[in-house]
Each structure stands twice: as structure tokens, then as C-alpha cells.
């Protein structure tokens, strides 16, 4: 069985947002406003990679041991 990738965009990746989805991808946009807490936690309790240009987000994620990718577009 195959394992199926689940990704949530931050605001400044909408383009790479739509591009994985198009591909067949589960993957959030993370466009409504939420506190990076509420963010992160709702990876973790869903699975998801978070991809973010921002560092900090990554660094918080990253610090709370977290599947976070930072995103150079």
C-alpha cells in the first residue's frame, strides 16, 4: 500500500498549493488567518508536512520535532 503524502501551504505558497493538488496531492491552503499554534497543531494531528517560505514557522515546527519542509521559492 502506498503511503499518501498530505501537505499544508502556508499563505505565500497559493501557486504550489494548487500545482500538488492538480497532481493529485492532499494539500491544505493555510489562507484563513490562524495563529501558527493552531497551524501546527493541526498538522500534527492530521499528518501533514507544513511547507513554508517563512522561518519562522519552520523553526517552530522544526523545534517542536515536527514534519516541517522550508520552501525557497
Not at 499518501?4 to 492538480?22: S, V
Request: net charge positive.
Amino acid at each position: 500500500m502506498a503511503i499518501q503524502l498530505r501537505f499544508m501551504c502556508d499563505e505565500m505558497l497559493g501557486r504550489l498549493c494548487r500545482y500538488l493538488r492538480a497532481t493529485g496531492y492532499d494539500a491544505l491552503f493555510a489562507n484563513n488567518g490562524h495563529s501558527d499554534s493552531i497551524l501546527l497543531r493541526q498538522c500534527r494531528e492530521e499528518g501533514r508536512y507544513f511547507l513554508t517560505c517563512g522561518s519562522v514557522y519552520w523553526r517552530g515546527a522544526h523545534y517542536k520535532r515536527m514534519r516541517a519542509k522550508l520552501v525557497a521559492w
